[in-house]
T-cell receptor
Framework: NAGVTQTPKFQVLKTGQSMTLQCAQD?????MSWYRQDPGMGLRLIHY???????DQGEVPNGYNVSRSTTEDFPLRLLSAAPSQTSVYFC?????????????FGPGTRLTVT | AQTVTQSQPEMSVQEAETVTLSCTYDTSESDYYLFWYKQPPSRQMILVIR??????QNATENRFSVNFQKAAKSFSLKISDSQLGDAAMYFC????????????FGTGTRLTIIP
């Protein structure tokens, strides 16, 4: 199993540009989430999904869109990038089955908006 | 809303010694889960240990153990026999009970191991 994969690993955008951060998991997990990590602030939840076709907002959703058309993929879209969106982005997946309650994280994407 | 507080931005410990990282949280729930995650320079998030609130026994994973004080809403991580590979950021995280996979993280503690 590859686990949770994220592409790209690094990205530089200009203000106003759009892009999609890709996330995929091969563990058949129902739950997927996007977090952003900023210095001194830990990880904060952006959006999450409890299954294909179902998404909801987290703590800091503004400026981001998500969709979940398949169990495996959960892309994060920035429609008009702003310098405040410079951050490291993590995708995570989990399943309630088995009672492990562990979230598996991808390697992260470092995004810089100039 | 739940909050998680890590009051030690940085800690250091001599190699082979023991160190304790602090975490407090605020919740009105009675059932929940607590986690410690390690983030080395590679930035990969690695689960170190987890604790179910309904369990009175403190969780242990090899050199890592927790001191879970439910009434005080405290969840500290003890690392015994510290090794150079333990150097990392450590994040405490809270998850509400059943049906909610969202994690709330603390701001992290950067642990340095002194050879």
């Amino acid at each position: 199993n590859a686990g949770v994969t994220q592409t790209p690993k690094f990205q530089v955008l200009k203000t106003g540009q759009s892009m999609t951060l890709q996330c995929a998991q091969d563990m058949n997990h129902e739950y997927m989430s996007w977090y952003r990590q900023d210095p001194g602030m830990g990880l904060r939840l952006i959006h999450y999904s409890v299954g294909a076709g179902i998404t909801d907002q987290g703590e800091v959703p503004n400026g981001y869109n998500v969709s979940r058309s398949t169990t495996e993929d959960f892309p994060l879209r920035l429609l008009s990038a702003a310098p405040s969106q410079t951050s490291v982005y993590f995708c995570a997946s989990s399943t309630p089955a088995g009672g492990s309650y562990e979230q598996y994280f991808g390697p992260g994407t470092r995004l810089t908006v100039t | 809303a739940q909050t998680v507080t890590q009051s030690q931005p940085e800690m250091s410990v001599q190699e082979a010694e023991t160190v304790t990282l602090s975490c407090t949280y605020d919740t009105s729930e009675s059932d929940y889960y607590l986690f410690w995650y390690k983030q080395p320079p590679s930035r990969q998030m690695i689960l170190v240990i987890r604790q179910e609130a309904y369990k009175q026994q403190n969780a242990t994973e090899n050199r890592f153990s927790v001191n879970f004080q439910k009434a005080a809403k405290s969840f500290s991580l003890k690392i015994s026999d510290s090794q150079l590979g333990d150097a990392a950021m450590y994040f405490c995280a809270y998850r509400a009970d059943f049906g909610n996979e969202k994690l709330t993280f603390g701001t992290g503690t950067r642990l340095t191991i002194i050879p």
